[in-house]
């Protein structure tokens, strides 16, 4: 079971929570409902931004969602400091602050999050003409599509720049257009790489865990 499944196990409020109890997906991965809860309390002490991450994509966990964007904004202070070297004041730490947050928001979506849906459906795949041209019979739907090009398989519409920037002016409106493509931009996209990271972390950590446990 992947982890993003395994922690709405720990979640007695997710509409999964019962349903996962009773299916077999414990019972093929050898492991107990045990076995997971205490992966999940040792990657806590590991991985914690990245478990607060996913608590608050797949749990919709807002204490989490708290936690997670107070992991990002310390990044997002280490990341700042390099756009801005002649020092941190009270605006620029505003202005992370808010990249944080809004990186974490982003990160957060998921197929079902109001507007975010891709236009291939939020499958993250397109029907590919000439594989169907090309294809056997008995060709697998999957061998019929393709990873889709506009949210390279993720199946979410990208958030516009233009809109984090419009998030960012308001806190800030002395933030010139240029400067903040040009200095908080790349912060914003490192800070998104940074959810994503911290999540493979976490799941990698529990696919270790796991095993050990299973074996
Ligand atoms: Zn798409």
Redesign the pocket.
């Known amino acids: 079971m992947r982890l993003q499944y395994a922690l709405t196990m720990n979640d007695p409020k997710s509409p999964d929570a019962a349903a996962m109890q009773s299916v077999s997906s414990t019972a093929t991965s050898g492991l107990t409902r045990t076995d997971i809860l205490t992966a999940l309390g040792y990657l806590q002490s590991k991985e914690g931004a990245g478990l607060a991450l996913m608590y608050a994509k797949y749990a919709k966990d807002s204490g989490e969602f708290k936690r997670a964007v107070k992991a990002a904004a310390t990044e997002a202070q280490v990341l700042a400091i390099k756009v801005v070297s002649k020092g941190r004041d009270r605006k620029h730490a505003v202005i992370a602050q808010s990249l944080a947050r809004l990186a974490v928001l982003e990160y957060c979506r998921t197929a079902d999050t109001p507007g975010a849906k ?9 029907a590919d003409a000439e594989l169907i041209a090309r294809a056997p019979k008995d060709a697998k739907p999957d061998e019929l599509t393709r ?11 990208p958030v516009p720049a233009s809109r984090v920037y419009r998030a960012i002016v308001t806190l800030a409106p002395e933030l010139a257009e240029h400067t903040y493509y040009r200095h908080w931009r790349p912060v914003y996209d490192s800070l998104l790489a940074w959810c994503y990271t911290q999540e493979d972390r976490a799941e990698a950590g529990y696919v270790k865990l796991t095993r050990r446990e299973a074996a």
Request: hydrophobic share 10%; net charge positive; proline share 5%.
């Open positions: 891709c236009r291939c459906g939020g499958t993250g795949r397109i990873p889709c090009e506009r949210c390279r398989g993720t199946g979410l519409r």
